[in-house]
């Protein structure tokens, strides 16, 4: 099902860029529609916990792995 | 002068944000403290959050976008030319302007947002920038030499924005 959701790549970018790109480019996903960000933030953990819960989307899966921070997120 | 910041405590709301609002007074003009500022004004926008951001005595003077001596009174002139131009000095180690010089370096070397992209964004997400018009009139600062599309307001304004319920304030 990753295969047709939204790409955003937000590697290298700092706070709060990384929320503020995903806060963007949310605007254009239907509802229910996936958007998978990768980010290297070390704050990205906690703020993309932080964003689903303040703006209520869902936090399908957060991964951390060698290659970098990998969140998925359903838009509501 | 401390940064001063408030924050209202945490709601019970469950799923969503304890505030949908938040208004932060800057009162500051340093560069560091406006990237704070720009910093929770961006973030809060990015979360669904409604800002509004109001400006007070030296913040300002991050708005002007340019000096004008024309038509101005001694005294406004005079704090014209003395007031500090743009956003290049730290609130700590300033060492003369080399503190936010040093700052922005390192800021643009680990690939932080510039000050002025956050001011954009910021403005881009919505937030709204109100300027306190008694700072203006003290200090001789006019509309035409601050940024197009800021809007104006006194006292009142600001504490109603700041009274609104669910709304978290800050003092920077």
Partial sequence: MHDQSRELDCRGLKCPMPIVKIAQEAKSLSPGELMRVVASDPAFKADIHAWVKVTGNELVSFDAGATGQVAVVRKK | ?172
Avoid: H
């Avoid at chain 2, 401390?2 to 800057?26: D, N, Y």
């Avoid at chain 2, 976008?65 to 700590?92: A, H």
């Avoid at chain 2, 992209?117 to 601050?146: H, T, Y």
């Fill in chain 2, 1 to 172: 002068m401390s940064l001063a910041v408030e924050t209202a405590s945490p709601g019970s709301r469950a799923s969503t944000a304890a505030a949908e609002r938040m208004t932060i007074v800057v009162f500051s003009g340093e560069f560091d403290r406006w990237m704070a500022a720009f910093t929770m004004a961006t973030s809060a926008a990015a979360m669904g959050v409604n800002v509004t951001m109001y400006f007070t005595f030296w913040g300002i003077l991050g708005l002007r976008k340019r000096r004008s001596l024309q038509g101005k009174s001694v005294l406004d002139r005079l704090f014209s030319l003395m007031l500090p131009r743009g956003l290049n000095r730290t609130s700590r180690l300033n060492f003369g302007g080399a503190g936010a010089r040093l700052f922005r370096f390192a800021m643009k070397r680990k690939n932080v947002a510039a000050l002025e992209d956050l001011i954009d964004l910021a403005r881009d997400l919505g937030v709204r920038l109100i300027v306190c018009e008694m700072s203006m009139d003290v200090m001789g600062v006019r509309a035409d030499e601050l940024e197009s599309g800021v809007e104006f307001g006194g006292a009142a304004s600001c504490v109603m924005e700041l009274t609104q319920p669910g709304t978290a304030p800050l003092f920077i």
